[in-house]
């Protein structure tokens, strides 16, 4: 590590235009002396503070010029090994909005892929301020910077800003950084109230932690005279009346009489919306004598206001269907509309085609479908385009060739959304299918995005494919176009959603947003704060690209949600080698993360695994019935029962690769409700309570299990059983007599022998009633479990341990302590669960203390 060049950046930047945002800026008068304009935003001026390394002559203070033609104008680090950073310290603290990164004038391996960015007035001490990446490409790219405080309250101003790299694009090149830019306000005008109030913040929060530390360890007389002459409150008063309640009272049952009280009042809302949903797959056993049969490659829309769901086509092993089949959601049964419906004018046998449903109209539009390579002739080739009409149960061709009218080609593996308020269809991606050629090598093409009014019937092409003949000329808007990705309309932010794909041997990861109304595209930064267990094959915590991820979309919720199955390796052929999954996925729009719901590795897949319940598509998993891993299957969304459907699919089993399925599923997601988050608190709360009685008086506390405990114990739960039990076991585990009348100070060996006696015929008593209370086969074996009953049910060795000889009491005040951290303790938990700006700070100043 090394100490800097003093070098500052350039104040003024012609080459790269301003961002600079005008502010009440006044005009200047003639001939007066030319003063600046206030700005929001402007260029700001740094130096190099630090550095971890550098290659020779690719020094650090080479991100201050922007040279995108020389290769030898940037900072790179002299190896990838972490941790690499460059810090820049700013000419004075600044409230920093934007980074600017430059780039060399071609790709180059060195550019970070992945980087952090930290920021803080202290060296030292600093916050995070974005984690995103750079594109491997010669385009200058800008960074918004988090510029408030955690809480959204206040701005941030920083004086040191590091960026840590962590990822180059050559995975075993060095790091580099060609130039930096940075924008924001460092005007003492400016900045001068900000720091005031940023510091009164950060006084503040010093003083809740000291309160915090002095209430904990019993200091009260400090916590007073801190509280009186700061005017600092260290919760709100609701919050401090459970304290007394529980910590200083010990009235467990006004403090569970006060929790409920929260509970009702939605206190605990905010955390329940914040914990993942809860899944249940359910199998649909349709009353139906006819239901649809086997397929793959088929199309299901939902019409949620009727409560219907429509299944048209699909491959069944053999060959395409054109059966239109309609599923009543209320009364559980199939219906066939139309067994062929090209006998009715309707469209021919297919798969991999796409259908909507129009709530507006009542209408299903379809478009696309696949065509085996013997077939595909300049005749045959032709995207015809369909409408059913649901109301009158009429098929009628739109098109016989979209291609003609301004709409895409014959496409498949594509996609398709409907805007109802504009009446408008979006249809992106997919390969498009030409005629067969003598010649094997040719590059696949793809399709851009359209869109269709349906009141004027007209067709617009939006973007082009990037290799599109067109995709070179300025005016003409592109797109890297794809297969097998997924794509959802927000009918509120109007925007459209596209996640994943595969371009040729490429799997594209990135979640895309396509504004309708602005045609602004951007790529969304991927956040991987929430960690996962990286032994899974997902450990990057987001779904693996591949060919069987659906998905849909609550736009109520602001949820996207995505089923991934079977993953890709190399290639379709190569999906037997696969070890088979599920995984569902919910990204959250208004928080930008993904979290994974559940994740369920499969065995190796034949007839007999994903047929354990005699319903072929079945698999056993922990007692529990879900879908077998497959491809080729579709899901919808009810959002008005917030509810999945899935049908059928190719399991993917190599020896059978003609065998499709007709199962069909129900997936259910839950948040945790206010009824679970009581019945938890009330279990700790009496948890509490039981272990102070069980020192006390263990024939009551018996009876305390087994009324009150028992009571919030879910005895279908192996996991709370279990821990019930072990609750038991502190009954036959010797404790000091924590009352004055038991023994006196200096306890005699004639009292300790008499006590002994009494003790082990109270334990025979309770053996004999909490086997019969708890069912386990001896009482000796829940004594056998007690040390590892204690370190489960979160009481510590120290505190529970008996001293070596049972004789030998403790002073009083090391049990009058020792149970005052207890309540403290599960005070701190069910602070926890209620809103942030209520309760104490999370941190503890003991946090902040290395010896």
């Not at 904990?216 to 007073?224: I, L, S």
């Not at 040719?442 to 067109?470: K, M, N, R």
Request: proline share 4%.
């Amino acid at each position: 590590m090394s100490s800097s060049t003093s070098t500052t950046s350039s104040p003024t930047d012609s080459s790269n235009g301003s961002l600079a945002i005008s502010y009440g800026a006044l005009p200047l008068v003639p001939g007066a002396n030319s003063q600046k304009p206030f700005t929001l935003s402007e260029r700001l001026s740094f130096e190099i503070h630090r550095y971890s390394s550098y290659s020779p002559n690719y020094l650090p203070e080479n991100v201050l010029v922007d040279c995108p033609n020389d290769q030898t104008s940037r900072w790179s680090a002299y190896t990838n090994s972490p941790p690499q950073f460059l810090t820049l310290k700013l000419k004075r603290p600044a409230i920093v909005k934007k980074i600017k990164f430059g780039k060399f004038e071609k790709s180059h391996v060195c550019n970070i892929k992945k980087f952090r960015v930290f920021g803080g007035l202290e060296d030292e001490h600093m916050v995070l301020l974005l984690e995103a990446g750079l594109k491997n490409d010669n385009i200058p790219e800008v960074f918004n910077l988090r510029c408030l405080t955690e809480d959204g309250s206040e701005n941030l101003p920083i004086l040191y800003l590091k960026i840590v790299p962590l990822l180059s694009w050559g995975p075993s090149f060095n790091f580099s950084i060609w130039y930096i830019e940075l924008h924001g306000q460092d005007d003492p005008m400016y900045t001068c109230a900000r720091m005031k109030n940023y510091n009164m913040l950060r006084e503040t929060e010093i003083i809740k932690l000291c309160l915090k530390h002095f209430r904990q360890q019993g200091y009260m007389e400090a916590f007073g005279a801190l509280q009186e002459q700061t005017n600092v409150r260290l919760e709100h008063p609701l919050i401090s009346e459970l304290h007394k309640y529980l910590v200083v009272q010990g009235n467990f049952e006004r403090t569970e009489e006060f929790v409920a009280d929260c509970i009702e009042d939605g206190l605990m809302d905010e955390y329940l919306h914040k914990q993942d949903y809860k899944h249940a797959w359910h199998m649909k056993y349709t009353e139906s004598d006819t239901k649809p049969g086997n397929r793959g490659g088929h199309q299901l829309v939902v019409d949620a206001k009727k409560r219907l769901i429509y299944l048209y086509g699909g491959w069944d092993g053999y060959q395409d269907l054109s059966d239109l089949w309609v599923f009543k959601i209320d009364l559980d049964e199939w219906t066939l509309l139309c067994e062929r419906s090209e006998l009715i004018r309707g469209p021919s046998p297919r798969s991999c085609h796409k259908m909507i449903f129009d709530p507006i109209s009542e209408n299903i539009f379809m478009l696309g479908r696949y065509l085996d390579n013997s077939i595909r002739t300049s005749d045959y080739i032709k995207s015809d385009f369909y409408l059913y009409d649901t109301r009158s149960h009429n098929w009628m061709q739109i098109c016989d060739d979209t291609s003609q009218v301004g709409g895409p080609h014959l496409v498949y593996d594509h996609q398709m959304c409907i805007d109802s308020d504009k009446r408008t269809i979006y249809i992106f991606g997919g390969k498009i299918l030409t005629p067969r050629s003598a010649t094997s090598s040719v590059e696949p093409e793809y399709s851009g995005l359209f869109s269709y009014h349906i009141a004027t019937s007209t067709w617009t092409q939006i973007l082009v494919d990037c290799h599109h003949a067109s995709a070179a000329q300025a005016e003409i808007m592109s797109i890297k176009s794809r297969i097998t990705h997924c794509m959802v309309f927000h009918n509120k932010q109007r925007k459209l959603y596209i996640y994943g794909g595969q371009r040729g041997k490429e799997d594209l990861d990135e979640l895309l947003t396509y504004d309708v109304d602005t045609q602004a595209i951007s790529v969304l930064n991927k956040e991987h704060s929430h960690h996962g267990n990286t032994s899974t094959s997902e450990a990057k915590f987001e779904p693996s690209s591949g060919y069987t991820l659906r998905a849909t979309i609550d736009c109520d919720r602001d949820e996207i949600y995505i089923f991934s199955s079977l993953n890709k390796v190399k290639d379709r052929r190569d999906v037997h080698h696969v070890e088979p999954s599920n995984s569902f996925w919910v990204y959250s729009l208004r928080t930008h993360k993904w979290s994974r719901i559940y994740y369920c590795r499969h065995s190796t897949q034949d007839i007999n695994s994903i047929n354990r319940a005699n319903f072929l598509g079945t698999s056993k998993i922990d007692g529990c019935l879900e879908p077998c891993p497959r491809y080729a299957h579709q899901m919808v969304y009810d959002e008005v029962a917030k509810t999945h459907y899935l049908f059928g699919g190719n399991p993917g089993i190599f020896q059978y690769q003609q065998l499709r399925l007709d199962d069909f599923w129900l997936l259910t997601l839950e948040k945790p409700k206010r009824e679970e988050i009581l019945k938890h608190c009330r279990y700790l709360i009496r948890k509490l309570r039981y272990e102070e009685m069980v020192r006390i008086d263990p024939l009551k506390a018996m009876q305390y299990l087994r009324h009150h405990i028992s009571e919030v114990i879910d005895h279908g739960d192996a996991e709370q059983l279990n821990n019930f039990h072990k609750l038991a076991s502190l009954l036959f585990k010797p404790h000091e007599i924590s009352h004055d009348s038991t023994l006196s100070s200096k306890t005699t060996p004639e009292k300790c022998a008499e006590t002994e006696c009494i003790e082990e015929s109270s334990n025979e008593i309770l053996k004999a009633e909490i086997t019969e209370v708890i069912g386990l086969a001896t009482a000796e074996n829940m004594s056998i479990e007690s040390n590892e009953s204690l370190a489960t049910s979160g009481i510590s060795e120290t505190a529970s341990s008996p001293s070596n000889s049972s004789c030998t009491k403790r002073p009083r005040t090391d049990s009058s302590c020792e149970k005052q951290n207890r309540r403290a303790f599960l005070f701190n938990k069910l602070v926890q669960l209620m809103p942030a700006n209520m309760v104490q700070p999370e941190r503890n100043l003991s946090d902040f203390v290395v010896i």
